[in-house]
Every structure is written in C-alpha cells, then in structure tokens.
C-alpha cells in the first residue's frame, strides 16, 4: 500500500508521476510535459489542443456579428494608420523625384574633350598685376613684424 498522495512516489513522495507525457527535472522535482500537454503531471492537453496524444488543433471561427463595436474601431483605425503611412511614403518619394529632376534638367553639359584640349587656359593675371601684389604681400609681412618688435 501506498503512503504517498495521487501522481507522486518516492521514499518522501517528492517525485511527481509524469507518465509517458513528460519528464521530471531532477532539479526543480516538476514535470518538463512534452509537446501539447499541460503541466503539472502531464495527464490533459493544453488549451486548444485534444486527442489522445493532443495533437490535434481546435479551429474557431470568428463570426462577423461577434465583434463589438471596438474590434471594429480598431480594424478601421489601424487600417487608417498603414493607408496614412502608404501614402506619405509615396508623395515624400514623388517631391525628391519631382526635385532631382528640375535640378538635372536645367544643368548643361559639359563641353566635349577635344574642345578641353584645344583651348588654352585663360591668364587669371598680368605680370603688372602679379608684380603689384607681391609688393602688398611683403608690406603687409614686414609691417606685422615691426609690430611684434615694438
């Protein structure tokens, strides 16, 4: 005769009865149930699911007329907020298209390279020029270093 409650043995009754459903993790003494069943001993299957090995899936089906009034509000909202999102993401893309192309449209092109070949480059200055301001360059020099010897 057995001293121990239901679903437990042992010399101190510390071990759960897991059945074929499950292990004991010898750590925690619980049952670890495997795929379906429902923990503590590993007897029934989990919410959703039946059969002898709990495989089998209980199907429900939503009937339009059950969903109260916020579902609905909810559905309607949430589509609301992708249709927004769809929307703002086109016409960002369309001004950056629509901006790209004015820009590329009024720029000429380039001129050919062997016209660049041909042409000289231009002179930006005349010796005269050049001469004058070298001379403001080295008064300006010598200027700022009798200021330091003042």
Known sequence: MSRCMPNYQG????????????????I???????ANFAPPFCEHCIDGFWGQQCTFSTV???????????????IVVSFGAVFVIILLTISSTIRVISKWARKTRN????????????????????EEEENQ???????????????YYV
């Open 11 to 26: 010399d101190n009754c510390e071990w759960p009865v897991c059945g074929s459903h499950g292990r004991i993790n010898v």
């Open 28 to 34: 925690t003494h619980l049952c670890e149930c495997y």
């Open 60 to 74: 429900t089906a939503i009937d339009e007329r059950s969903l109260t009034f916020l579902p609905r509000i909810y």
């Open 107 to 126: 720029r000429e092109a380039p001129p050919p390279y062997t016209l660049v070949d041909q042409v000289p480059p231009p002179n930006y200055s005349s």
């Open 133 to 147: 301001l070298n001379k403001i360059a080295l008064h300006m020099a010598c200027s700022k270093t009798e200021e």
